[in-house]
């Protein structure tokens, strides 16, 4: 082995500042998600069929307090990300041209490191949370074979490979290796779907 | 000496073939995850909760021991060689651990590594062999009030005392408490928030909340992270795999130190080992700046030998305190727990009693799971290294299907699949947003357990609430949380105190300089 082995492709990048009110506060979306809980479960609290003759404290006692709890929180933590919003320098990945590994040129900070906003690559997590939606929707229908195939495949795609084609047959051997293993060896109950009758 | 007999008869159990192939199975399938950075070996646990549901529960409780130590071990080499801890239990002995690897000293980081990490977890499994059953009959004096005392000392501690925000990890505490609540109430009877859907009416399992935020959540975040700077270089392993007589001499007494730091904290509900291995890299660096000429900075190997032997040590106890109180201390232990409750098992005073060929088959599979480890991580080091040139698309590729097949596996629901990639997604916005993970998890756990007992001790004593403050271990346990949280808040003020000041005199600090 001679020296160092890079493992990592490093895409060439450039340093954008990004400065929009809301770009650096996306953090909202949390105490966002928190109030909407925490409404829910006054909804559901309040609206509880308790049977009769049911011994205090009820089962109403604890919701009720999570509830308080979640909804103080979400304002504390709403309050905490207005006040101090991400940095406003982002890193934006330049995509190479096709073909082209883009590996080859980094750039080097000069001076002192910038604290930099984290950013999300939505495409890449669209394609994979799409590709689990699919499965979810496919594995009754196709089984787990097909299905299980195509989760992988979609998950390896979206998180950067770019084999398409050698995945396929991959991601066949994987599922077929678990059906084997987990169906035949372990007995657990994998849905067979339209290949049920051929397999 | 009746815990040596008991122990005798462990080994015994564990020394069978196929339990010794439990054992390794799990110690590499640990050290494996621990390799991998951000993979876990709480999360390896949550994958193999389904899928060993048809093994015995002696066999599939070594095989989590093995993973659980396994990992420990594992965290520190991708830490060493690439300057990406595997863990965050690693963070404290990657710092010198790489500098050491950069000077050419890799072999003798990850030896000393390991050896440390060996050290400690052996002398924390005796000391648990020796201390559990005392600790479980100090249970027994545990009633409603002091349960709820124990579960409400483990939310705060664990999301205000150790987290860097509080802020944060309280609202992944509450998120965790909201997600506990969802089924039937078990003393009323009522059913809550279940929208009517019977598929929800046992609430949701654990195995789904586990899976979801633990694995789904990672590669849904690494997904979003595609792109972003990662430059990491994995160095070769070069130099000596043995110690010299000098490096042993430096490194033995930090090992010991390292130990003694982690074993109390395996039994305070802090969240895992995070905070023992920065106390004992801490008290390595102030050791070694009396020295003629410190070596901090050039790769002290004390910096490595004392935060893993604090790693280990802290996991060792930290299960001693799971299988005497049925206390989770950390988020490995948390899914622990939740195994122990697949198989029908509930940790706890009466485990002992219950269930003791399986209990001390674990103790005794501690030991032989450290020897094993140690003898899979001291030459084979650089082997495990390689495992980190897998790309990394078919890796978390890979544990999506698991993932998948796992909940599937265990409930054959289809609902339980869209929740677990709900749960994926809250799973990817807390490690977005900086809430940690291990509150929720705790809190998802002991939630029920703190609003059984609460409710228990407000029958006992007809809504008079001076219950829960009635006793002098419910006393002592809150007096301790609320020094804790005074503590933590003191440090915090002062730490911002001190930063405040810096920047308000940078020229000064630049005269000095």
């Known amino acids: 082995m001679s020296g160092v082995i890079r493992t990592v492709s490093v895409t060439r990048r450039a340093v954008v500042v990004a400065d929009g009110f809301w770009r650096r506060r996306t953090g909202l979306i949390v105490p966002a998600l928190m109030l909407v809980i925490g409404i829910g479960l006054v909804v559901g609290t309040v609206t509880m069929d308790v049977p009769a003759n049911t011994a205090s404290p009820g089962p109403q006692v604890f919701p009720a307090i999570v509830a308080a709890l979640v909804i103080v929180l979400a304002v504390l933590l709403a309050i905490d990300v207005l006040r101090k919003p991400e940095a406003d320098v982002v890193e934006v990945a330049q995509p190479a041209a096709p073909g082209q590994p883009d590996d080859d040129l980094v750039l080097d900070d000069e001076g002192e490191p910038q604290p930099l906003r984290p950013t999300s690559n939505h495409r890449a997590l669209l394609g994979a949370l799409l590709t689990v939606v699919v499965f979810i929707a496919a594995l009754t229908p196709l089984g787990w074979l097909l299905s299980g195939a ?19 047959l991959l991601s066949l051997a994987i599922s077929s ?10 007995g657990l109950n994998l849905p067979p779907g339209v290949l049920g009758g051929i397999l | 000496m009746e815990s040596l007999a008991n122990l005798g008869d462990g080994f015994a159990t564990v020394l069978t073939p196929i339990n010794m192939l439990w054992v390794l199975i799990g110690a590499l399938l640990g050290t494996a995850v621990g390799v991998l950075p951000g993979l876990g070996s709480a999360m390896a646990v949550a994958l193999l909760l389904p899928v060993t549901f048809s093994l015995d529960p002696i066999g ?8 659980l130590f396994g990992g420990l071990f594992g965290d520190s080499i991708s830490g060493i060689l690439m300057n990406t801890p595997g863990n965050s239990t690693a963070i404290a002995g990657t710092i010198e651990g790489h500098k050491m690897a950069t000077s050419g000293r890799a072999a003798q980081a990850l030896a000393t590594s390991a050896i440390g990490a060996f050290i400690g977890g052996i002398v ?3 000391l648990v062999v020796f ?33 860097e925000s509080v802020v944060r990890g309280l609202a992944a505490l509450a998120i965790g408490l909201a997600i506990s609540v969802v089924g039937i109430d078990g003393i009323s009877g009522a059913s809550r928030f279940t929208l009517g859907v019977p598929e929800l009416f046992d609430g949701i399992d654990i195995v789904v909340i586990t899976v979801g935020l633990l694995a789904l959540g990672e590669v849904f975040s690494v997904a979003a992270r595609r792109g972003s700077r990662d430059e990491t270089q994995l160095l070769p392993s070069t130099g000596r795999l043995w110690l010299s007589r000098r490096e042993l001499r430096l490194a033995a007494p930090a090992w010991l130190r390292g130990t003694a730091i982690g074993i109390p904290f395996g039994i305070i509900p802090v969240g895992g080992a995070e905070v023992p291995t920065f106390l004992a890299y801490g008290t390595e660096k102030r050791l070694d700046a009396r020295r003629r000429s410190p070596m901090f900075g050039r790769g002290a190997i004390q910096g490595v030998a004392g935060p893993e032997a604090a790693g280990n040590a802290t996991a060792g106890t930290a299960m001693g305190a799971l299988l005497a109180l049925g206390l989770p201390t950390s988020a490995t232990a948390a899914i622990l727990l939740a195994a122990f409750r697949q198989y029908g098992l509930q940790p706890g005073p009466l485990l002992f009693e219950r269930a003791p060929d399986l209990v001390w088959a674990l103790l005794a599979s501690f030991f032989v799971g450290m020897v094993v480890l140690l003898i899979l991580n001291l030459p084979f080091a650089p082997l495990w290294a390689k495992l980190l040139k897998v790309p990394r698309h078919y890796l978390y590729a890979g544990i999506t299907v698991f993932a998948m097949l796992g909940v599937y596996a265990t409930s054959s629901k289809i609902l339980d699949l869209v929740l677990v990639t709900v749960i994926g997604l809250i799973g990817f916005l807390m490690r977005r947003y900086g809430l940690p993970v291990a509150p929720m998890l705790i809190a998802i756990i002991l939630g029920p357990l703190a609003e059984t007992e609460f409710r228990r001790a407000m029958l006992v004593s007809e809504n008079d609430p001076s219950i829960l403050v009635s006793s002098g271990i419910t006393v002592t346990l809150y007096a301790v949380l609320v020094l804790a949280v005074a503590g933590a808040a003191f440090q915090k003020i002062r730490a911002r105190r001190r930063a405040v000041r810096l920047a308000a005199e940078p020229a000064r600090q630049r005269d000095d300089a």
């Open chain 1, 150 to 168: 195509l989760l992988f495949w979609g998950v390896a795609r979206a998180l950067g490979s770019r084999r398409p084609l050698f995945d396929i």
């Open chain 2, 131 to 163: 201390f559990a059953p005392r600790l479980a009959e100090l249970a027994t004096l545990f009633g409603p009030a002091e349960y709820l005392a124990l579960a409400v000392f483990a939310f705060v501690a664990i999301s205000a005392v150790v987290t």
């Open chain 1, 177 to 186: 290796i678990v059906q084997l293993a987990f169906s035949a060896g372990l």
């Open chain 2, 60 to 67: 599939a409780f070594i095989m989590f021991a093995g993973v």
């Open chain 2, 124 to 126: 924390a499994s005796i």
